[in-house]
């Protein structure tokens, strides 16, 4: 097709994909497949000098959903316009210099993945919220959006205000909400827009969503001159606003600080999808102004994907330590954060049938914490499909599958290959023993030689033994029985960990190790002494005392005591009263300490170190370079601690 017929093309997909997303909640591509889209018609727009009227680059937002009620938007709602690179964005930066005539500055914020909504009050008193819509007309979601714990219902200002910001479906309760959903949800962003544009407000309710402001739109009877200003007030009037604020002088700050959120973004509660950096002076604004769809003075830096579309090949079945059977789906390579993506996890069976997927279909894959890939849902289904057929015998020892809840188990704990190597790598792995040395192929090298299967076998390993296995000389036997004896002293959580129990990570073996002061106490713990346990729930409780019901479990441990193993617990120093039952968040670059060790010298102290900033937190200890946090402990007249008082406190 030639650039006319092309441009045509490009319009009516982009179209159809906008109609897709945001008004029937169904995306049947990633949102880097649509910026490519978008950012080609942009293109070719401007190279062909016109744009067709029906153009999505010549509106801002999305038709109204049929069946809300419509609503004028008093202020005029605005897109962000966007950056591909740093180049760009160190144009745009001087380009707002030249503009205002000086040195500026710029805040930075998330850019976040969600929806937008307009809120109202007067006299303190919620009013009413709206959808952007098409930026000037939305739709009133009123009803809907009082049902978000996080959205004040009043506040302190008593004169007429709107602000603006994202409504969101945190990760935590994506996961939550897709663990009983009858069809799962797609991800985050779905969630929260099919939950605010649902005429059951009941239903609003049910998917947790929260609310993250970011704009005052109008404000009566005060002046805000900055948008540092607009972001204390922001939090003084009770609203949520993310953990990340900050001020940045030039293109060399502003790149540090967006690779450092971009390495980071996988691991926040919320999606986002790039940053926002906008002139801080609001007088400056005024005088840079709008185009008829974008703020001149703001802008969007987006990140590269992590989530992409691509065709589920086949699925392999693979054994887990526990016996578990996960399937995996093998995929048509695709390139997502920087690495070539071929598998991905399915997790189990029913999430197979939940998400409705099968082979030959297409299916939106997104990297969790930038590692462990996973097919999120559906995408579009194509020509050919075949539904994925579970197994019924193990595939790597040949025995029965057992059902149990939602997966798929081999029983055979003592002879299926797999799971014995798997169960050996995770307990000399860091967060366990920590055996130094033992890779998974020595595991395998020991398994064939002298048939060890379960860890405490390990500790009977000796030189002449060692001796018999290919490449093995003397200084490596030396180290790797001299880094055995070294972790038969292991903490209480680690051992917890290294046990192996379904369902129990790192995190929770640290809860229950601060919780259980000895393994009998853990062992003996019943089902409403663990479900009392913050994070803790009944699947989890469930997995441990079924764990230790297992006799073959209670002597693979004895036995790791009478082989030496003794397990230490810290010392809680309780005399410390600065810190005792006090919730402590810690922000900024200390000198003195790396946050981990800070973390664990105040916890065995007594205290609950925690990562956000809330009316709960008792105090927040300073370094260098703190950010938003900081900011929201003095709006929240929480105590602030430098590093030299936290050097004098400790010692008291």
Known sequence: MDKKERLIWLTDEVNKHNKNYYVYDNPTISDAEYDALYYELVDLEKELGYSLPSSPTNRVGDDVLEGFKKKKHEIPL??????????????????????????????????????????????????????????????????????????????????????????MMTNKSFIE??????????????????????????????????????????????????????????????FKTGDFFKIVNSIDEAKEEIEKIDKLKNK??????????????????????????FPKWAMAYKFKPVELSTTLLDVAWQVGRTGKITPIAILEPIELSGATVSRATLNNTQDIERKQVKINSRVFVRRSNEVIPEVMGIAEHGEHEKDIIAPSLCPSCGSELKTIGANLFCVNHKGCYEQI????????????????????????????????????????????????????????????????????????????????????????????????NSLDELKNADMQTLTNIE???????????????????????????????????????????????????????????????????LQ????????????????????????????????LNIKVIYENELIEMLKK
């Open 421 to 516: 190597i798997d169960r050996l790598t995770h307990f000399v792995s860091r967060d366990a023993f920590n055996i130094e040395g033992l890779s998974e192929k020595t595991l395998m090298q020991l398994h064939k030689e002298f048939q060890i299967a379960y860890p405490y076998e390990l500790f009977k390993l000796n030189a002449e033994m060692l001796k018999k296995l290919e490449g093995f000389k003397d200084k490596k036997i030396t180290n790797i029985l001299s880094s055995i004896e070294k972790s038969k002293q292991i903490e209480w959580s680690n051992f917890i960990f290294a046990l192996g129990i379904l369902n129990i990570g790192k995190k929770t073996a640290f809860v229950l190790s601060k919780i259980f």
């Open 78 to 167: 605005y897109s962000l316009n966007k950056v591909k690179d740093f180049a760009d964005l160190n144009k745009w930066m001087h380009d707002m210099e030249k503009e205002s005539g000086k040195k500026e500055e710029f805040s930075l914020e998330y850019k976040y993945d969600g929806l937008k909504v307009v809120i109202e009050y007067n006299n303190g008193q919620y009013l009413s919220a709206t959808t952007r819509g098409n930026g000037t007309i939305g739709e009133d979601v009123t009803t809907q959006v009082k049902t978000i714990k996080s959205v004040p219902l009043t506040i302190p200002f008593k004169n007429r205000l709107i602000v603006q910001g994202e409504c």
């Open 535 to 601: 994070d803790v729930g009944e699947i989890v409780a469930s997995s441990i005392i079924e764990y230790f019901k297992d006799v073959d479990n209670l002597i693979n441990i004895q036995k790791l005591f009478d082989l030496g193993v003794v397990i230490i617990k810290p010392e809680v120093k309780e005399t410390n009263a600065n810190f005792t039952n006090k919730t402590i968040v810690l922000t900024g670059a200390l000198t003195n300490y790396t946050r981990p060790e800070l973390t664990k010298i």
């Open 604 to 635: 065995n102290m007594g205290a609950n170190v925690t990562s956000s900033v809330s009316k709960n937190t008792d105090m927040v200890i300073v370094g260098a370079d703190a950010g938003s946090k900081l900011d929201k402990a003095k709006a």
């Open 177 to 238: 909400y897709n663990k009983t959903a009858e069809i799962p949800l797609k991800n985050p962003r779905n969630g929260v827009a099919g939950a605010v544009r649902n005429l059951d407000p009941k239903e609003t309710e049910k998917r947790r969503l929260d609310f993250f402001c970011y704009d005052v739109l109008l404000i009566e009877n005060k002046q805000i001159s900055t948008q540092t200003e607009m972001h204390k007030f922001i939090i003084n009037e009770g």
């Open 268 to 293: 926040l509660d919320v999606m986002i999808d790039g940053m926002v950096i906008k002139v801080n002076n609001c007088s400056v604004r005024d005088e840079i102004g709008y185009t008829n769809k």
